[in-house]
Each structure stands twice: as C-alpha cells, then as structure tokens.
C-alpha cells in the first residue's frame, strides 16, 4: 500500500531540515559516549552464559569423556560424531570424537548433558575460517578454560 506523506510549509524549505540534521549529528558526535571499540585491542567482556568455540576437559591429562553418547543423542544438529574404544584401566573414552561446527547451533545441550563434565562451550568467539571446519579430538582437547 501507498503511504503519502504530507510535506509541511516549513519542511519545504530543505535548509531547515539540513539543519536539524547536522543539529543531530553534533549533538551526538560531541556528548555520546563510544560505542565502538579498537577490536583486536580492546575486546567486550561477554556474559558467563556465552556458548562459543567446544573443547574437551582433561583431568591429569585424560579426556573426562567416557563415550556414554549422550551429547550426540541430544544434539539438535546432529554434528556429534563419537566413536567409542575400550580402556584397559577403566571406562570407555572416545577414540574419534568429532563436531561438525558449521551445522552446530550452540544451544549448549551437550554440556548441559554431559554427565562426566567433559564437553564444554568456551568464551571464545573467533571460529571464522576459510575452509568447512570439523573439529577433531586433537582440536577438542586444547584446553580453552572458562568464560
Ligand atoms: S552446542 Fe548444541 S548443536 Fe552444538 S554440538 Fe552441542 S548440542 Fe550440538
Ligand atoms: S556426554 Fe560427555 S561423557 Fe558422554 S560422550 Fe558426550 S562428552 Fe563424552
């Protein structure tokens, strides 16, 4: 539908509105605090409940998963992919533990799943690359600490 906009007297003279603007602009450039930050430098302090880049925990250097299958089972996406080995001392561990990151949605229902405390969301935000990424159990295991 067509909206028509009635153009004022006063607004017919475009000085005026010119005016305003750069009023505006002033105003704003001179009293506003920044908004933006000199990224890479600076950096935003995001919120605890940030989901970002997965990792695997280690507990003395092994991985806390036991491979029960919980993450993948509950995965919306469906970008989990564990293949389970035997250990000798204990329980089961992941022999490939895989997580296609393009189809992830970061929902953060692996960790919320995981009864071993083992997959983690870390606060890191920078997962631009230039080729499809499927993390691998080598990449997972980096630790990449707290939010
Ligand atoms: S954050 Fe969600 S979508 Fe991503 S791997 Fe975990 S459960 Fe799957
Ligand atoms: S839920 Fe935890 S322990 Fe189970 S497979 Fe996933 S990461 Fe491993």
Redesign the pocket.
Known sequence: MLIKRETGFLQRFYLLEVMKGLFITTKNWLFSKNITIQYPEQRRKYSPLF?GQ?YIKTTNGVENCTACML?PT????D??HIEAGERADKEKFPVRFE?DIL?????????EACPKDA?K?SGIYEMADYERRVYDKNFLLIQRGSK
């Open positions: 989901r997965h993450c509950v995965c919306p996406a970008c989990i997580i189809r992830c949605c970061f929902c953060g229902y692996c960790e997959i969301l």
